[in-house]
């Protein structure tokens, strides 16, 4: 048996004459380890010298020479961080203790200059059962015992020699790592489940390419040859590969092996083979990943598999790293519930999106942690994933960027619930979930975008799934100046999209496809189904079963037919017609006509724009919504157009409110030579010479089908049409019963509270813009409402003041907040528990109008309560303000949408003096012309104006400030009072005051107001991410109360 080392206090105390005792020590240890082994060793007088191999945790270099000319001193050299001259280090002191225990243990006097490698101890030589092998460690060779060391042993070479354990040397050739079937291993023939394990053998390749088999690997230290005797460094980072196989175990599938020596297939000392074919000559190709969908057994599911093939359409067996993304089979059901694997895949797909380490904190089951943590960190460090298909002999490629694409988008799509029942399928090769069909139908369209960036294709009862791609056109059939008719011509399969399409789904399902729709394509079927569905007048089949529906559209709707030329359906317009889109679409290209002499150097640049915009629809024969902001000047272009073809036309009707009517006269005799028929009051008689008629609504709606019946009109233009907002009001029945060529109205504010308000408006400029109007009534999608704004956007003109009027003055507008008098509060709060109490006990069938009359009782006592006295604590803040104002020379307009409380305000401005004019709807026009004219002329300093009669249509640039007495929820309404000061010609800073009673109702009118803010975007905006809400509902004014 060995004897262990024992070493005499004598020499560690001789020692201590060269090291410290805390070294000798240390030293000391690591020889009782047997981890040192002299190489090399010489001894002259009074000198030795000596090299070795000092193994303490690392192996280290030591060289050690001891002179004793009269003091003795002692060098040495290690080539470990703590070494210095002076101290020394416990490895240079382990092998001088080693040396000098030899010295003590040998028989012989003059012992030779050539020392042996190791001292043994009645030792044997080892050797082993099998090369190629790692060992795992020095007692585990043949012959060697519990506490071996390498260096302590004698090795029995192939020619039946015995060796000491060399020093090792840096290898010059390669390392040889043959991964074989284990199978043709006869020591593991016999273990169960050994038919896809594989066992690495190792050999060594000189440089001269002859392989060396007969060698062993000492743990992850030594590589030692057997015929020579030789021993090499293992290279750090084979070194590291070894210890990873020492630790996942030698006996793996293949692609475990891969997994870990893929990062080092470039290692210059390292060549891999795979059944003893070098791996540089195995044939790679990549991947083809694909996915379907087919009825799975659970009710109400689907499965969703993903299967992997080569470039032959062979079926591949997914690697591990699939594991990832699956419970059954995989890593996911390591966790102890399944809401955990849910959170952890959620903090995955964050962790790898904002590139942290979050997920590492989750607990997993210690046999799984390791390999899930690996794969992970494997695809984010790797830009590839590697493995090798055994029954094929091959090797394929995943690049990690498609991995982490299929894990991000499977769960991302499809939710963190979709690993619920997932599967990895390894016996028929796939990787499967079982989604509901509604989780898988709602995610796929956003899946399939995500795989066609790496033309990944998903399958669906066995036909592959795309993005619908239609075959419909229009042939073109008769047409006049304002109709065409066409054939909308439809084969089957597109008409099976059509009719099983859901607008507001991303997807359609047919007998046996899933078709994909994009928003282009989702566009496209709402005009399709309006079309075969309600439009068509009639339609018929032929015998390849292709249907023709025929359609008869107003020219008006040319732009339509063209945006559905950009989805491709061809066939509908003519060249002509394209280019007027064209045209329509680019202003800049919009040929230019002459400007009336007249006018010359009057209309500023935007307004030379518009006057073209209406000449070039007049000229091709549409309508005209021309929308500008209040003030800049529409009647104005609307007048130069006017001027330019008055010779080519016979009659132009003109309509507004009753309050504009001179202003329309007015502004036309001062800049045109037009001669005015003013069709308006008793005894109105038309005159047949004159070209030009204007007249009121009131007029209009009374007279359409007597007077007006049977007239053809060039031109009807309607000013202020808002007032015509109503589809079902008698004004717009009776302006659709006009015979007008060409229609163009006029509108600062073409949407107030309802989305069909922009239609009607739209359908009274261009009279068939939208088809069958009903259809667009009914409907207010946010896609519908996109849709409108893009149908119509060559037909309505908007400009801003902010736009176009740069040189205008500040405006500034302020809430200002006010307290009830205590009386005053006191009625109120008495008055609202009445109406409370009223509202919740009347029926519900009277529930709105009650709201309604409710509503009006509680805005009415924020303006004025008449008890034994007025109360009004509005009427005394504005005095306050009308006494500073007035003395500082101001003109004021003071706006109320009640003319009692205009009478209450008179009263007031008559007590103190104040001279003021006054408009309301009790006046004739002339009358309020009179009092427009003497406010801005400087005869009077207030202005009292009615909301309604006098919020459109008016000039008065001389105000700079207005007070909004009473506030109401549409701020169109508030907007177009406040300009009409805030227009061309203002020449001072406005400000604009809005006094607003704390705590009462008409707080939550503000609140509603704001909510209501973005009502003209909604169908105007530059952009198209804000949408029209919808008006007033019976909530919105129980709120209001309540």
């Keep these: 048996m060995f004897n262990a080392i024992v070493i ?34 010489r001894e002259r007088t009074k000198r030795y010298t000596l090299s070795g191999i000092v193994t303490d945790n690392d192996p280290f270099q030591v060289r050690l020479t001891l002179d004793e000319n009269g003091e003795p001193t002692l060098r040495g050299n290690c080539n470990c961080q703590h070494w210095n001259e002076e101290k020394q280090c416990q490895h240079v002191a382990a092998l001088y203790l ?53 260096s302590s042993l004698q090795y029995m070479l192939t020619s039946r020699k015995t060796k000491n354990f060399p020093l090792p040397k840096n290898l010059e050739g390669k390392l040889v790592i043959n991964f074989v079937k284990a199978s043709g291993i006869e020591e593991f023939a016999s273990y169960n489940n050994i038919k896809h394990k594989y066992y690495p053998l ?117 690697p591990d790293i699939f594991k990832i993304m699956c419970g059954e089979g995989g890593y996911l059901n390591s966790f102890r519930t399944k809401s955990d694997s849910y959170e952890f895949i959620k903090v995955l797909l964050e962790s790898l999106k904002f ?108 036909v592959e799934v795309k993005t619908w791609s239609s075959n419909i056109r229009f042939e073109r059939k008769k047409s006049n100046l304002d109709w065409f008719e066409v054939n909308l011509v439809v084969d089957e399969k597109d008409l099976a999209v059509i009719k099983n399409a859901d ?42 079963n292709v249907q023709k529906f025929s359609l008869n559209f107003k020219r008006s709707r040319i732009f339509e037919l063209f945006e559905l030329k950009k989805h491709g359906i061809e066939g509908a317009l003519t060249p002509e017609e394209e280019q007027i889109c064209e045209n329509l679409l680019n202003m800049k290209e919009m040929p230019t006509y002459d400007v009336p002499a007249k006018f010359e150097g009057v209309p500023r640049e935007y307004q030379l724009t518009g006057y073209q915009w209406l000449r070039f629809l007049f000229e091709n024969r549409f309508g005209a919504c021309l929308a500008d902001d209040m003030g800049l000047g529409k009647t104005l272009q609307t007048i130069m157009f006017l001027e330019s073809i008055i010779d080519q036309v016979d009659k132009v009707l003109i309509v507004c409110p009753v309050s504009i009517l001179l202003n329309w006269k007015n502004e036309i005799d001062k800049f ?158 008495n ?48 005095v306050e303000n009308l006494e500073q104002l007035i003395d500082e020379g101001h003109k004021v307009l003071v706006f109320s949408q009640f003319t009692t409380y205009l009478d209450h305000i008179q009263n007031k401005v008559r007590e103190h003096s104040w001279k003021f004019a006054r408009i309301d709807g009790s006046q004739t026009m002339k009358k309020r012309q009179a009092e427009v004219e003497r406010f801005q002329e400087g005869d009077a300093q207030v202005f009292l104006i009615s909301l309604k009669a006098g919020g459109v249509g008016l000039n008065l640039t001389a105000a700079s400030y207005i007070f909004l007495m009473d506030p109401w929820w549409n701020p169109a309404v508030e907007n177009q009072a406040i300009d009409r000061a805030y227009r061309i010609g203002q020449e001072n800073k406005l400000t604009v005051y809005r006094p607003i009673i704390k705590d009462s109702v008409e707080e939550k009118v503000i609140v509603l107001q704001n909510s209501k803010k973005e009502l003209f975007k909604d169908l105007m905006a530059s952009d198209d991410q804000s949408y029209f809400s919808g008006k007033l509902s019976l909530e919105d004014f129980q709120q209001l109360i309540g």
């Excluded at 569905?533 to 032929?542: G, L, P, T």
């Excluded at 003013?678 to 038309?686: F, T, V």
């Excluded at 009607?760 to 896609?783: T, Y």
Aim: hydrophobic fraction near 35%; aromatic fraction near 12%; glycine fraction near 4%.
């Design 672 to 829: 045109s030579s037009l001669d005015i028929d003013i069709y308006y009051g008793d005894g109105r008689e038309l005159d047949p010479s004159k070209k030009i008629i204007l007249t009121s609504y009131g007029v209009m709606k009374k007279e359409s089908y007597t007077t007006f019946e049977n007239m053809n009109f060039d031109i009807l233009i309607m000013d202020e049409v808002q007032h015509l907002k109503n589809i079902r009001s008698q004004g717009a029945t009776a302006a659709r019963n006009l015979n007008a060529k060409f229609r163009i109205c006029l509108t600062g504010t073409p949407v107030e509270n309802d989305l069909s308000e922009f239609y009607n408006i739209m359908d009274l400029s261009i009279p068939g813009i939208w088809g069958d109007l009903s259809l667009f009534r009914s409907s207010s999608s946010k896609k519908s409402r996109l849709i409108a704004r893009q149908t119509v956007r060559p037909f309505i003109l908007r400009r801003t003041k902010d736009q176009v009027l740069t040189e205008l003055p500040e405006k500034v507008e302020n809430h200002i907040y006010l307290n009830f008098s205590e009386e005053e509060k006191e009625n109120y709060l």
């Design 8 to 41: 005499p206090q004598t020499l560690t105390k001789q020692g201590e004459n060269y090291f410290s005792h805390q070294m000798i020590l240390r030293g000391q240890k690591i020889l009782e380890n047997g981890r040192v082994a002299i190489s090399f060793s």
């Design 355 to 462: 590139n942290t380490q979050e997920y590492k904190k989750f607990s997993y089951s210690a046999s799984e942690r390791s390999k899930l943590l690996d794969w992970i960190e494997f695809f984010e460090n790797n830009e590839e994933i590697l493995f090798y298909e055994e029954d094929i002999e091959s090797l394929y490629i995943i690049p990690s960027n498609i991995f982490r694409e299929l894990l991000e988008g499977i769960f991302e799509c499809f939710g963190e619930t979709a690993a619920r029942f997932s599967f990895f399928d390894k016996a028929n090769k796939n990787v499967y979930f079982q989604l509901p069909k509604n989780f898988l139908f709602n995610g796929v369209a956003n899946f399939y975008k995500r795989m066609q960036k790496f033309q990944i294709p998903i399958f669906y009862n066995n």
């Design 202 to 318: 190792f050999s060594i390749l000189d440089s001269e390419g002859n392989e060396q088999k007969k060698i062993s690997l000492f743990e992850h230290l030594y590589i030692f040859d057997w015929t020579t005797g030789a021993a090499y460094n293992l290279p750090a980072s084979v070194s590291h590969l070894v210890k990873k196989f020492m630790n996942t175990g030698l006996l793996n599938n293949i692609n475990t092996h891969l997994k870990e020596i893929q990062t080092l297939l470039d290692t210059p000392h390292l060549q891999i083979k795979v059944d003893d074919k070098a791996f540089n000559e195995i044939e790679t190709f990549r991947t083809n990943t694909r996915f379907s969908i087919s009825t799975a057994k659970r009710k109400g599911f689907l499965d969703f598999t993903l299967e992997l093939y080569d470039h032959k359409e062979r079926k591949l067996s997914p």
């Design 831 to 878: 008055t609202l528990a009445q109406i409370r109490k009223r509202i919740t006990s009347v029926q519900q069938g009277r529930k709105y109008s009650e709201i309604l009359k409710s509503l009006l009782q509680l805005r009415q006592m924020c303006l004025w309560q008449k008890k034994q006295a007025m109360l009004s604590t509005k009427i005394e803040f504005l």
């Design 98 to 150: 080693h040396y000098n225990l030899n010295k003590l243990n040998t028989d012989e006097a003059n012992k030779s200059t050539d020392l042996k490698s190791h001292i043994h101890f009645h030792g044997t030589s080892v050797h082993v059962n099998e090369y190629g092998r790692i060992e795992m460690g020095a007692s585990k060779l043949v012959g060697a015992n519990s506490n071996s060391t390498y």
């Design 503 to 544: 607008i507001g789904e991303d997807f359609i399902v047919t007998d046996n496809q899933l078709v994909l729709l994009e928003s282009k394509e989702r566009e496209l079927l709402k005009f399709m189904k309006k079309y075969t569905k309600h439009e068509a007048s009639s339609s018929q089949v032929d015998q390849a």
